[in-house]
């Protein structure tokens, strides 16, 4: 007798799907960082754009996908458009190179928007797994920051801040991410149906998303949370279960972080390493005391509810009060302001104040600064608002605003970005942009509420549990939509893709009452007897017209990622040319340097680099003319103008000459202590030069 081969178990494509997302949710986080690197930013808008046509181009192969309504299309219609429209600023931009950069950071989130649309066309039964694989990622990335906090010997020695800021390198955007995985992990704490020992995982995944997120001190992370908790607990049945899960979890956070906010190793900036591991070995034992005990409190509460279920009328009443508390929660606020010094009317006047005044006191460091009103932010947002009037129709450009900020800055200190999508769009694509945002926003909250059956004449469909997951996805979108707004999140890969994948799947399932009726339809074809003999389902097209497509969609990927990786080879380009300026070949190094031109045309930092090798290799003239060409290629960047005015009185010693180029500079940024010091230095010169 044969024997039968043992049965290898193959890992559920549920499984798959789960780990797959949550890998590239961390992945991107880890591998972009903060995204103000130029080489790792580059690589991960390569990989998205590339995964996301693979994506598509499956999609549009797949008979059953391709047979179907193109749910989600025209958000990514207006997606694209916004795309398109920022890449055309680099014709108008006062930093094209930027602009180009930032045209690469949109075909990188147009190509994860268009493959996650492609995956809820592909595998629409396997949304659980892709919003736990969201939860997953989210978690891994917190777990990830507070683990530096834990060991900083091996992974942060050098770290000066006490607030958490791995792996973004900010803050804020760790904060961000912490937020993001709390509703995920709220519907998985309070899903009726799974394994409960799976769903109890939920409970400690709660508690460290919380404490991460507090020890971020961010407000901004922490008022997106509470204007989506505030949405899903309104939109979403599943009260009870949810706000048990989110007060033990808040409540044993709470007891955690009390305890590390009274810590000075754990709160104070600039600490010695010894103080710091110390302090970081005693956070992780309450960590993991924590994580023990809400795994055992969350193991007790599932099984006990799915034992004992709650009756309809306890549900109510428990949905009836968190509304109550909901109500009495601004009325207790009222109270409370009614009683400080000018009353309401004094309080919420210099809260705003705070808020709105460019000259308000920068908040401290520390864990109070989570009841500060005060930020700096009103700042950068008033010289948005600068920069978009000097340009109102089209703006400066995308991702212009550290260039054209300089005329209006009232400090010294750099900044990259206007600290909030709206002033940053209006900065870099004027009312133009703004109104294909609002257009692209318009699009988008008219398809999500078809597809969570939030239309009034949707509300009395049946909330079944996709509809759940889908009001889950859509808290995400939320929380990261609210915290977009008073911050540069969107500009950071590893916290915009959460944002656009969930996105991207609610509008990608179509709207609610046609998921309803197919899914009638079906089951009854699958309970009417039928004599007819099977058919396989063909396609109504022909194939020609989708191999056409999916080819077109990987030609364009391939393109636009052969187009991103351009200025990073300018970069690889100008670093070969110095190198081979030391090893004693200066001509190489000119050569080279002329391909890092060609390269990335746009940039004045090749040119930079060629005037610099052509003045050691003493061709001053050559070095000169160079640097009038980047002055002719960004006449609006004082950096240019002070580079050359600096080389004319330095190297060229013709300090009259360089009298115009360092005024211009000094008229685009009159707060540049570099400018300053230059004009300081050519004065003397014009003193000690004879008179002619």
């Known amino acids: 007798m044969r024997r039968r081969a043992a049965a290898i178990p193959l890992v559920s494509s549920d499984v798959l799907i789960c780990f797959g997302v949550a890998a590239v949710v961390a992945g991107v986080a880890f591998a972009a960082s903060g995204g103000t690197q130029l080489a790792r930013t580059t690589y991960t808008e390569i990989a998205l ?17 391709g047979a179907r309504r193109l749910n989600g299309g025209w958000t990514l219609v207006g997606f694209a458009g916004l795309t398109a429209l920022t890449a055309l600023s680099i014709t108008w931009s006062l930093a094209p190179a930027d602009s180009w950069v930032e045209a690469n950071r949109l075909f990188g989130y147009l190509g994860a928007f268009a493959g996650a649309l492609a995956l809820a066309h592909l595998a629409p039964e396997r949304w659980p797994s892709v919003l736990g694989g969201v939860a997953l990622g989210c ?89 989506g908790l505030v949405f899903w607990f309104a939109a979403v049945p599943l009260r009870l279960r949810g706000c048990t899960a989110l007060l033990v979890s808040s409540l044993a956070a709470g007891l955690a972080v009390a305890w590390a906010f009274a810590r000075e190793g754990l709160t104070t900036d600039e600490l010695p390493l010894s103080l710091r591991v110390d302090a970081g070995h005693e956070l992780g034992l309450g960590l993991v005391l924590m994580t023990a005990v809400l795994l055992c409190v969350g193991l007790a509460i599932g099984f006990t509810a799915a034992n004992r279920a709650p009756s309809v009328q306890v549900r109510r009443r428990v949905g009836a009060a968190l509304i109550s508390l909901l109500i009495l929660a601004p009325v207790a606020g009222v109270i409370v302001l009614s009683t400080k010094t000018g009353g309401i009317g004094g309080q919420v006047s210099d809260g705003w104040r705070l808020v709105i005044d460019p000259r308000a006191s920068t908040p401290s460091n520390s864990p109070e600064r989570l009841t500060a009103a005060s930020s700096v932010r009103s700042r950068y947002w008033r010289e948005a608002i600068d920069v978009w009037q000097a340009n109102e129709a089209v703006g400066a450009g995308a991702g212009s605003f550290p260039v054209a900020r300089t005329r209006y800055r009232s400090g010294a200190l750099e900044v990259r970005q206007a600290h909030g999508y709206v002033v940053e769009t209006l900065a870099g694509l004027g009312l133009v942009g703004f109104l294909v945002t609002l257009a692209l926003l318009a699009v988008w909250l008219a398809s999500a509420a078809r597809a969570t059956g939030l239309r009034r004449a949707d509300r009395h469909l049946p909330m079944d549990a996709e509809r759940v997951g889908l009001l889950t996805f859509t808290t995400a979108v939320v929380v990261f939509g609210v915290h977009s707004l008073v911050d540069w999140t969107w500009l950071i890969p590893g916290t915009a893709v959460v ?47 989708r191999l056409v497509a999916a080819a077109a969609v990987l030609v364009l990927a391939l393109a636009g990622s052969w187009a991103a990786f351009q200025p990073l080879r300018a970069v690889h380009a100008g670093d070969a040319a110095f190198e081979r300026l030391d090893a004693g070949a200066p001509d190489a190094a000119l050569d080279i340097a002329g391909i890092a031109i060609r390269r990335n045309p746009l940039s004045v930092e090749p040119l930079f680099d060629l005037a610099a090798i052509q003045g050691a290799t003493g061709n001053t003239a050559g070095a000169a003319r160079t640097y009038e060409r980047a002055v002719e290629l960004q006449p609006a960047n004082s950096e240019t103008w002070r580079r050359l005015g600096t080389y004319r009185a330095l190297d060229l010693r013709q300090p009259r000459a360089a009298l115009g180029p360092l005024r211009a500079a000094y008229y685009l940024d009159p707060r540049s202590a570099e400018v300053e010091t230059a004009l300081l230095l050519l004065q003397r010169q014009l003193a000690a030069a004879p008179t002619p």
Do not use: H
């Open 49 to 65: 754009m590339l995964g996301g046509a693979a994506l598509v181009a499956v999609a549009l192969l797949a008979p059953r996908a």
């Open 499 to 545: 944002g656009l994948l969930c996105a991207a799947w609610v509008v990608g399932r179509g709207p609610l009452r046609a998921r309803i009726d197919r899914a009638g339809t079906q089951a009854a074809v699958a309970v009417r007897p039928s004599r007819a003999r099977f058919r396989p389902t063909l396609p109504q097209r022909s194939s020609a017209p």
């Open 139 to 227: 978690v891994a990335v917190t777990i990830w920051a507070l683990t530096t906090k834990v060991f900083p010997g091996a992974l942060s020695p050098d770290e000066t801040f006490a607030r958490l800021r791995a792996p973004y390198d900010y803050w804020n955007a760790v904060g961000l991410m912490s937020a993001l995985g709390i509703a995920p992990l709220l519907w998985l704490a309070a899903k009726r149906s799974g394994n409960q020992a799976l769903n109890a995982l939920a409970y400690p995944g709660l508690g460290l998303s919380i404490v991460c997120l507090l020890l971020t001190y961010s407000r901004g992370a922490l008022l997106a949370l509470t204007v």
